[in-house]
């Protein structure tokens, strides 16, 4: 899935890796050890194209999904909590949202075709569950299902941040990049996020200071 050759990267007189050579497959979870400052959270960086390396090559296939941790709630804070994790998926999100608009049909015309067209998109996503599974995570993450309809600014700052978790575990991509994903997680929370990813189908990247996990 993500072959890395010859890849540096360095700040200023700090060099935190030098033409290291990985080779990441589908159907595996990945942890990435190492100290404090050497380089686990850059290295994440440049595998998700947020960051670039200083030389070396990475290659993955085409239109290959990414989903990485958002840490910024702020962008959420008046959207009900599940609907935040709902939006992970975009493709199916977006194709949800335009089903509503057309059924609506506001300009007072029904765009049939149009409406077939979102209807097969919505199927082949098994979009008509998607609601449910986003609950699951919710509930997964410790987020009562009382709360899910509520507004992401009820929640403490801890508790936003397994929304947004569970945003990236909802968007179903192919690479699965999650740096500290335990944090703020109590025990029942971890335990739950590790049976998801033994369950999950892609390649997953996790950086993690709880060496248990």
Known sequence: MITVTELSKSYG???????????LNTNNCYGIVGANGSGKSTLLRILSGQESADDGEIKMPKDVRIGT????????????????VMMGHEQLWSALQEQEQIIACEDGEFDSDRYAEVE???L???????ESRAAEILNGLNIPTEQHWEKLAILSGGYKLRALLGQVLASDPDILILDEPTNHLDIISIDWLEGFLQRYKGLAIVVSHDHRF
């Open 124 to 130: 082949s996503l098994d979009g008509y569950a998607f």
């Open 120 to 122: 097969d998109i919505i």
């Open 69 to 84: 941790l958002n840490q910024d709630h702020f962008q959420y804070e008046d959207t009900p909590i599940i609907e935040v």
């Open 13 to 23: 007189s700090q060099v935190l890796f030098w033409d290291a050579n990985l080779k």
